[in-house]
């Protein structure tokens, strides 16, 4: 069974009610409010408005209920807290992973590169006649020429997710 559309309503705004509470608390205003209070119900006393022990009961009554609300705000802050520091400490953890991701993507493009350079050396290191060398100089130029274009693009695509994860 759910509530009706007002008591939803209701429930949302009161949810908020709790940290609009605690953050008033921790605030200035919060401090001189409490101290004229205090001051202000000592002074009744003192000056005889009302019986010394029926103030002190009252004042007594009121920091004990204060207390316990503050208490359960503490609590409330320190759950918030822990959630926040949770999130954070999952975002670390998928930035680790991304940053691992992308040392092995560097470690493949070395071998890539190490593969061209053996390419480039075999073809400088070659003696065969001309039109056999240059047949096979235009087929390995062209497949340098192939892996540099991957390789340009593996290269975007990387900087595009480590801009991508790094955000995050």
Do not use: C
Not at 119 to 132: L, V
């Amino acid at each position: 069974m759910t509530p009706p559309q007002g008591q939803k309503i209701a429930f949302k705004y009161l949810k908020h009610v709790p940290y609009k509470a605690m953050d008033w608390i921790g605030s200035v205003g919060s401090l001189v409010l409490h101290t004229i209070l205090f001051a202000g119900s000592l002074l009744l006393g003192l000056y005889g408005f009302f019986n010394w022990d029926r103030i002190l009961l009252v004042l007594t009554t009121v920091v004990s209920l204060e207390a316990i609300y503050l208490a359960i705000f503490i609590q409330m802050a320190v759950n918030r807290t822990t959630q926040s520091l949770q999130d954070v400490q999952e975002d670390v953890e998928e930035i680790q992973e991304d940053v691992q991701d992308l040392g092995e993507d560097v470690v493949n493009l070395q071998g890539d590169v190490e593969d061209i350079s053996e390419d480039i050396d075999a073809i400088s290191t070659e003696d065969i006649d001309g039109q056999a060398v240059q047949g096979q100089s235009t087929i390995v130029l062209n497949n340098i020429e192939s892996q540099l274009q991957f390789l340009i693009k593996e290269v975007e695509i990387l900087k595009g997710q480590r801009r991508g994860g790094v955000g995050q």
